[in-house]
């Protein structure tokens, strides 16, 4: 019986290791890291901005530690579903459609959708308005279903691209007559750029919850309810303890969390 108990206890101290081990496993965070003020490379190749922020916040509250991973945009689901990584903070909006491949925590922001033009440029009607222009979409973004389930009907021609940089670049150049985006992402990545002189919002803003969701939100498979509740609780605690608001002041001069 003592031999029984003793490598019983054996066998609990060499399990030990590997409960604190997985205890201690690292979140890992898909982002895309080419979406100012949201996430950017800094001069030294760094990840910044808002999303990376909050991530490092929600990461500390619940204790564990953030690993990134950077992937394009248009890969971030699929690479979510094949375990590249255990969640997904970045800009992703919460959408019925996205909610079929995925599970999401609560908005931790949420601001408008906006057409960018040349200055000048007038829409007295959108629809109309637009017909026969290029218009420059980050390809599988909620902007994408949206240009082409409306603006392209009536018209317009869709151009899709990897990333919003690159729709910036091409619009600047003249290949591209507007541009479908995130206000706040169009506002400091081009407009208040030398590169977006020239250039300014045009038309209303583009809320529509069918097509722009219920909030920007964090991405985990689908069916990993328990992750999800956990980062869920951890973005109400950072909102409560001032964490959240010290994130946000250090990029906006306005709630970014909207109503």
Do not use: H
Request: charged share 30%; hydrophobic share 40%.
């Amino acid at each position: 019986m003592k031999k029984i108990a003793l490598l019983g206890a054996l066998a609990l101290s060499m399990l030990s290791p590997l409960v604190i081990a997985d205890e201690a496993k690292p979140l890992r965070i898909g982002i895309e890291a080419a979406y100012p003020p949201f996430a950017f490379k800094t001069p030294d190749g760094k990840i910044s901005g808002f999303d990376y922020d909050i991530g490092v916040a929600l990461c500390e509250e619940m204790k564990v530690e953030c690993k990134w991973i950077e992937q394009e945009f248009d890969g971030l689901i699929p690479a979510l579903k094949v375990r590249k990584f255990d969640a997904v903070l970045s800009s992703m909006s919460i959408t019925e459609d996205r909610k079929r491949s995925v599970d999401f925590t609560g908005k931790y922001y949420a601001t408008p959708a906006k057409l960018a033009m040349k200055e000048g440029a007038v829409l007295n009607d959108v629809k109309t308005d637009l017909k026969g222009k290029k218009i420059g979409v980050q390809r599988s973004s909620v902007y994408d279903r949206y240009a082409s389930d409306v603006f392209a009907k009536d018209g317009a021609e869709i151009v899709r691209y990897t990333s919003q940089n690159e729709i910036f670049l091409d619009l600047n150049a003249g290949r591209l007559d507007a541009t479908l985006a995130d206000s706040v992402n169009i506002a400091d990545g081009f407009l208040k750029t030398d590169a977006g002189k020239g250039f300014a919002f045009v038309g209303p803003d583009f809320t529509d919850v069918k097509y722009f969701g219920e909030g920007q939100g964090i991405a985990v498979r689908k069916g990993d309810k328990a992750l999800a509740e956990k980062i869920s609780a951890a973005i109400l605690a950072i909102r409560a303890n001032g964490k959240y608001k010290e994130v946000q002041d250090k990029y906006f001069s306005f709630d970014v969390y909207g109503n």
